[in-house]
Every structure is written in structure tokens, then in C-alpha cells.
């Protein structure tokens, strides 16, 4: 397998098999070997997954504590309770956030 197939079905992981296809016969077309860069938008992915962070807080802590929303979060998103407290602690515009005790 040439380098060009290991890289697409990289992308392919990553963002699906449609859109990778959509980049080989688009951009990657034009490029040569000598490389390109496809930024990851670790901020962005970050930023949006921490917005869903405090939003399911936010509905969950309706019918449960926030304690046991916070380890559910951390469970589900591989973080840990801290990671998630800082998150919820640094939430933009809202003061209502627990912090750990």
C-alpha cells in the first residue's frame, strides 16, 4: 500500500469514509508528495465538547446531584472528575457551576 493510501485511510478513521473520499478527489488531487497540512482544530473539537459537558450538567442535575452528574460526565467522555469540575467551573457567561468540594 503507497504512502498516499496509508494517509487517506487515516482521514477515513477520522472523518469517514465519504468525506475522505471528497478530500482525495478534491485537494489531495492538486498536492504533491512533498506533504500538506490538515489542521486537527483541537480547539474547536475541544470547545464543543466541553459545551456538551455543561449542557448535559445542566439537564441532568434536574433529577440527580451534581456529584453523581459529574462522574457520570467523567465516565462517559474518559475524563476525569477533575478535568470535568474545571470544566464546568470555567463555564463562559455562567456562574452557576458546583465546584468540587
Known sequence: MGQGRKTIAA????????????????????LDDS???VPKCDGARRHL?????REDFDRMTATMT???AMMELARGSGLT????WDILKN???GNHARQQA
Open 49 to 53: 465538547r466541553d459545551t456538551a459537558i
Open 11 to 30: 482521514y477515513a478513521e477520522l472523518i469517514g469514509g465519504k468525506a475522505a473520499e471528497r478530500l482525495q478527489n478534491g485537494i489531495f488531487l492538486h
Open 81 to 84: 472528575s477533575r478535568r470535568v
Open 91 to 93: 463555564r463562559q457567561g
Open 35 to 37: 506533504g500538506y497540512h
Open 66 to 68: 451534581a456529584r453523581s
